[in-house]
């Protein structure tokens, strides 16, 4: 209990926004927002041009809705892929559905992604080494979650 008498309650819910610099001359910086709740992670994965030190402000410069799906985690252990559902996507990308099974079965927790890609990348060829840069980014990003012991675990007796 606080000293003034009310209770403290710790937050569930949790946001940080990280930088990311370009993997190869080629390819944009990106930034990842991170949302953790519980057993759940919400991921904003986009290009930017923002500063290092400005990249809270990335996500406000994105697009939330361009390809966003969300999946859930087998409770058993199968070779089947978990459970997933676009919830936004344009005709021309489709990477976050297949990218939430991905992490969802990785990090046995419910997965919101939306990936914020601009077009003009894979007119280019570079939508494989940008999406592979993305994979690698969130999966740091959540690995640095687990780690610190901050990952959105549910607190069941």
């Given at each position: 209990m606080a000293s003034n008498g009310v209770s403290s309650v710790e937050p569930r819910i949790h946001v940080d926004t990280r930088y990311f610099p370009p993997a190869e001359r080629a390819l944009p910086a990106l930034a990842v927002q991170t949302t953790r709740l519980v057993d759940t992670y919400m991921l904003w994965v986009g290009t930017t041009d923002v500063e290092p030190d400005q990249v809270r402000?990335?996500?406000?410069?994105?697009?939330?809705?361009?390809?966003?799906?969300?999946?859930?985690?087998?409770?058993?252990?199968?070779?089947?892929?978990?459970?997933?559902?676009?919830?936004?996507?344009?005709?021309?990308?489709?990477?976050?559905?297949?990218?939430?099974?991905?992490?969802?079965?990785?990090?046995?927790?419910?997965?919101?992604?939306?990936?914020?890609?601009?077009?003009?990348?894979?007119?280019?060829?570079?939508?494989g080494k940008l999406l592979l840069a993305i994979e690698r980014a969130v999966v740091d990003c959540l690995k640095s979650h687990e780690a610190s012991g901050d990952g959105g675990h549910s607190r069941v007796p």
């Open positions: 402000m990335a996500p406000l410069q994105g697009c939330l809705a361009k390809d966003w799906a969300c999946a859930m985690p087998l409770r058993e252990t199968s070779g089947t892929s978990p459970a997933a559902t676009p919830l936004y996507r344009s005709s021309s990308s489709e990477a976050a559905l297949s990218m939430a099974q991905r992490l969802a079965r990785r990090f046995k927790k419910q997965i919101f992604l939306s990936i914020d890609m601009p077009p003009s990348l894979g007119s280019m060829g570079q939508e």
